[in-house]
């Protein structure tokens, strides 16, 4: 498996996966991107996981304003980490805990001291237990109950 930056070349490659995310994972309001999306970009803050020449995952990452949330300082400088998947095929192998550590060590070069992820998926515990496992903290908390 290969980590790298994406290019131009990958964003077909990026725009299935996208889709195959949305089709696989429960998630509410998430932007399907679209080719043209994703080319508007800055693609340095997007990542690609090849696995013999194939694209298996990838990441995005937006740079957000400090909206004064409790939880930052004036002087943070915020990376969102907007998007992360992988095909089933390619979890469980440590591959995210690597792409997200390489994501850090960017975010760190490039002067951010805060990274954030916001997440909507259904089942939310597998995501919890891979960002608190990578040092993320809980902020907020949203639920709900069916009542019928």
Request: positive net charge.
């Amino acid at each position: 498996m290969k980590i790298r930056n994406a290019t131009g070349k990958d964003v077909a490659g990026i725009a299935v996966l996208v889709s195959r995310f949305v089709n696989e994972v429960p998630v509410w309001g998430l932007v399907v991107r679209t080719e043209d999306d994703l080319r508007k970009l800055d693609a340095r803050l997007i990542w690609v996981v090849e696995d013999n020449n194939k694209l298996v995952g990838y990441a995005i990452c937006l740079p957000r304003a400090n909206d004064g949330s409790c939880i930052y300082s004036e002087r943070d400088k915020i990376l969102e980490l907007d998007e992360i998947y992988l095909i089933p095929e390619a979890r469980g192998k440590g591959i995210g805990s690597q792409l997200l550590k390489l994501i850090e060590n960017y975010a760190r070069a490039q002067g951010y001291t805060k990274l954030f992820v916001y997440s909507s998926v259904q089942d939310i515990d597998p995501s919890l237990r891979f960002y608190r496992g990578s040092g993320f903290k809980t902020w907020a908390i949203q639920m709900f109950k069916e009542i019928k």
